[in-house]
């Protein structure tokens, strides 16, 4: 009887074990049509934007003109230079702290395990979509009209709005995966909900928080060149201007570029090293700051927490100056005196606000109309902004399998390989997407297409270095069994390699999608079409505002789309 009704029960086993996976069969199945249709998408966005070989030997042709009109590559003078970077950098720094401090309870209530009730955590998650979702330049151009020209201000605040929406998702995200032994311990003890996150949430999740942080404000660095269209002084604005002087301005253009590019560099390494003492955090990016930092203190291990001889009650209640302490101590203090010197070099004085304009201005938002257009204009020019997005993500994906696949560990043939594409990953992240697409259309005069090279450009630096760190992290067990078998390296990365990190690929590239829509917004402040052409012309104007609104809630709709896409996505691939 039992070896009759084993295999009986065996089927059972394996009947029930499959019932649960044929939901996820179907999902993976209808997630790869999904997959397949955005990649036809892009290419059918490629060819809806003319883009083509065609126009290439025009484009050639139109920049060596622009290329033999123009004066040599300048700078401006050492004062103004001084002067142009110390605006620059107050304002970037001022708009990043005050993103920094908003976050802090914005993430308290969107986080699922510190939100005092649950409708909060949606007003939270709500609150950074919406931010995330309008660009800092439309915010600048419409808080334009109420200060004084040339106040820093509508950069500051558009700065700070703007990245409420990344550092308060991130950071919410940390919060909840928290160790929640401390947070309940307080709870226990009787403790407020003030107590609970500021004694068992943020000890842990500092770390993280001045992390995220430091990532923002080199993300508002490089994208700080764009608020100059919008007024706002600095290296942005003189940009402009010289970009504007067509050709001979073209010289001083590029000039202040190559400023901001190594301004970058140079506050990347700053950041690196900041987390590297502050934190101890060895730099683990593939950044050129991370990289020189990890270069200039390879020999001397990462600052650690640890105390001589332990710890105790004793020592715990006298708080001995370790060097741990003395080091962040000064760090702090540094901190402090850089915020501080960063509102003198931006000249802030809160006199440049038309306080008599400042509700007029707000109520002029709302409610959210067409004005003289049609739903079916804006909703083309939605249609353009996305496809610049998906055909960037596509060129960006094509070459980022390869440069990314060359620069893993597991792929490349050889160490010698590996860092030369490594190489090529930080050049493409190191020019800023915004810049080149600037000087792209301003040379060759082809607008969504130019966009769309640049977009693409800046899309390889990231999804390749994504590509790359993903494929190093699968694992080693089928690349090695394959191996054995004597599969080549061809055939090992095609069966082992690509399948494991097509999950990850997938995400990675949506994530990109993401965050170019946000970028190809912009493309109309500088020359492109889309929705930016719309949002550049009703910013500037107080009855157009309800236009900005609806062009907004539009651009909001495809953000959360694709992001919603992307949490799909993870969840059937997991």
């Known amino acids: 009887m039992t070896a009759v009704g084993a295999p009986r029960v065996s089927r059972a086993v394996d009947v029930d074990a499959r019932a649960p996976r044929r939901p996820v069969a179907v999902q993976r199945i209808v997630?790869?049509?999904?997959?397949?249709?955005?990649?036809?998408?892009?290419?059918?966005?490629?060819?809806?934007?003319?883009?083509g070989w065609s126009a290439v030997p025009t484009s050639i042709a139109n920049a060596a003109r622009v290329f033999s009109q123009m004066d040599p590559i300048s700078f401006p003078a050492p004062g103004d230079l001084v002067y142009l970077i110390g605006l620059t950098i107050g304002i970037v720094i001022l708009g990043t702290v005050v993103a920094a401090l908003i976050s802090v309870p914005v993430a308290w209530i969107a986080a699922a395990n510190t939100t005092p009730v649950g409708w909060s955590r949606w007003v939270g998650r709500a609150i950074g979509a919406l931010t995330?979702?309008?660009?800092?330049v439309v915010i600048a151009l419409a808080f334009s009209l109420t200060f004084a020209l040339g106040s820093p201000l509508p950069g500051i605040l558009a700065l700070g709005i703007h990245s409420i929406g990344m550092i308060s998702k991130l950071f919410a995200d940390a919060v909840e995966q928290i160790d929640d032994g401390p947070r309940l311990a307080v709870r226990a003890a009787g403790g407020s909900r003030a107590q609970e996150f500021w004694s068992g949430v943020v000890p842990q999740v500092l770390p993280a928080w001045i992390a995220i942080v430091l990532h923002r404000f080199d993300i508002n660095l490089r994208g700080s060149a764009i608020l100059g269209y919008a007024g706002v002084g600095g290296l942005g604005y003189a940009m402009k201007i010289a970009f504007g002087q067509f050709p001979t301005g073209y010289g001083r253009g590029l000039g202040i570029a190559i400023v901001i590019f190594a301004l970058c560099v140079v506050l990347e390494v700053v950041s690196s090293t900041i987390r590297r003492n502050l934190l101890g955090v060895e730099p683990s990016g593939r950044g050129?700051?991370?990289?020189?930092?990890?270069?200039?203190?390879?020999n001397r291990p990462a600052p650690t927490g640890r105390v001589a001889g332990g710890v105790t009650v004793d020592s715990m209640s006298r708080r001995p100056w370790t060097p741990r302490r003395v080091r962040n101590t000064?760090?702090?203090l540094a901190a402090v005196a850089l915020v501080v010197s960063s509102w003198w070099m931006a000249g802030v004085d809160f006199d440049d606000i038309a306080w008599n304009q400042v509700v007029p201005t707000l109520q002029s938002f709302w409610p959210p109309n067409l004005?003289?257009?049609t739903f079916g204009e804006f909703a083309q020019a939605l249609l353009v902004t996305v496809q610049v997005a998906f055909a960037a993500a596509l060129l960006s994906l094509v070459l980022s399998l390869v440069v990314g696949s060359l620069a893993a560990r597991n792929v490349a043939p050889n160490g010698a390989v590996r860092s030369v594409f490594r190489v090529v990953l930080v050049v493409f992240r190191g020019v800023p997407e915004l810049v080149?697409?600037?000087?792209?259309?301003?040379?060759?005069?082809?607008?969504?297409?130019?966009?769309?090279?640049?977009?693409?450009f800046g899309g390889i630096g990231l999804l390749g270095k994504l590509v790359a760190d993903s494929f190093e992290g699968v694992p080693s067990g089928p690349e090695q069994a394959l191996t054995a078998?004597?599969?080549?390296?061809?055939?090992?990365?095609?069966?082992a390699t690509l399948p494991q990190g097509l999950p990850s690929l997938v995400g990675n590239s949506l994530y990109l999608v993401d965050t170019n829509i946000r970028a190809a917004t912009l493309l109309g402040i500088v020359g492109g079409g889309g929705v930016g052409f719309y949002l550049t012309n009703a910013s500037t104007v107080l009855t157009l505002h309800g236009q900005v609104t609806t062009l907004v809630a539009m651009v909001l709709v495809a953000v959360l789309a694709v992001e919603g896409l992307a949490a799909w996505m993870r969840r059937v691939y997991r």
Do not use: C, K
Not at 31 to 51: I, Q
Not at 288 to 298: F, H, S
Not at 436 to 456: C, D, E, P, R, S
């Open 31 to 51: 997630a790869g049509v999904v997959v397949l249709a955005m990649v036809a998408f892009g290419a059918w966005s490629l060819s809806e934007l003319d883009f």
């Open 132 to 136: 995330r979702a309008v660009p800092d």
């Open 288 to 298: 050129l700051g991370d990289r020189i930092v990890r270069r200039a203190t390879r």
């Open 330 to 332: 000064v760090w702090s």
């Open 371 to 373: 004005g003289s257009h």
């Open 436 to 456: 080149l697409a600037i000087f792209l259309i301003m040379v060759t005069g082809l607008g969504n297409q130019a966009g769309v090279v640049a977009l693409a």
């Open 485 to 495: 078998a004597g599969a080549t390296r061809g055939q090992r990365y095609l069966a």
